[in-house]
């Protein structure tokens, strides 16, 4: 049962545009939402996260924006460059859980 | 301040066989944690720790032992390897519980079990 959903596998996006990332969630009792950038031979690093008390956070060209009703929640990445192009993992967890529940990831490339 | 260190970098194993997945971190850091990537499934979580002398069963802990005898090893033993366990394994610290804060990783093991 994947609680973390990333339905597209890849993305590929012009530099310079927006890049949107999309992540959708069934676990209704998550709380504390991240997003992971994975480059190739390279571990995961945190790029940004938000709390369901907020609907939105911002941290330069990097927003996620998440929508309880809907469980869903997306990464904005403006203006896109060749550096974004990694894998992004969506993450999730729950009060007192002890683990993040992560996405299956999407492919992002961006093409110069 | 090297963060989370993880070594080997790849390793190839016959069925059957036995090793050790070594994970150090020099930050302090109370959490520990080990995931395994594979194609088409994100990362799960196979065992984690809050402290040392203390450690639980994650998603997918089969197969698989820990220990956590100081704050900063957090190794991951494969007892008797499975071509199933073909896979990368990320090791994560952390100062909080894994759910109130982001998850440093190292740089991984890749393995594979012939």
């Known amino acids: 049962d994947q609680q973390v959903k990333q339905n597209s596998p890849s993305l590929s996006v012009q530099e310079g545009r927006i890049s949107i990332l999309n992540c959708d969630y069934t676990n209704s009792m998550f709380d504390y939402f991240l997003w992971y950038k994975k480059y190739p031979a390279e571990g995961p690093t945190f790029l940004i996260s938000i709390s369901s008390i907020k609907d939105k956070n911002e941290d330069g060209r990097f927003t996620v924006f998440l929508n309880k009703s809907a469980k869903h929640l997306s990464l904005h990445i403006v203006p896109s460059q060749p550096g974004d192009s990694a894998v992004y993992f969506c993450a999730a967890s729950s009060p007192g859980n002890e683990k993040l529940t992560f996405g299956t990831g999407t492919r992002l490339t961006i093409i110069p | 301040n090297a963060g989370v260190t993880q070594t080997p970098k790849f390793q190839v194993l016959k069925t059957g066989q036995s090793m050790t997945l070594q994970c150090a971190q020099d930050m302090n850091h109370e959490y520990m944690s080990w995931y395994r990537q594979d194609p088409g499934m994100g990362l799960r979580l196979i065992h984690y720790?809050?402290?040392?002398?203390?450690?639980d069963q994650g998603e997918v802990p089969n197969g698989y032992n820990v220990s956590r005898s100081t704050t900063e090893d957090f190794p991951l033993r494969l007892l008797s390897a499975a071509p199933s366990q073909t896979s990368v394994y990320f090791c994560a610290s952390s100062w909080d519980r894994a759910g109130n804060s982001p998850l440093p990783f190292g740089n991984g093991t890749r393995l594979t079990v012939t």
């Open positions: 720790s809050v402290g040392a002398g203390i450690t």
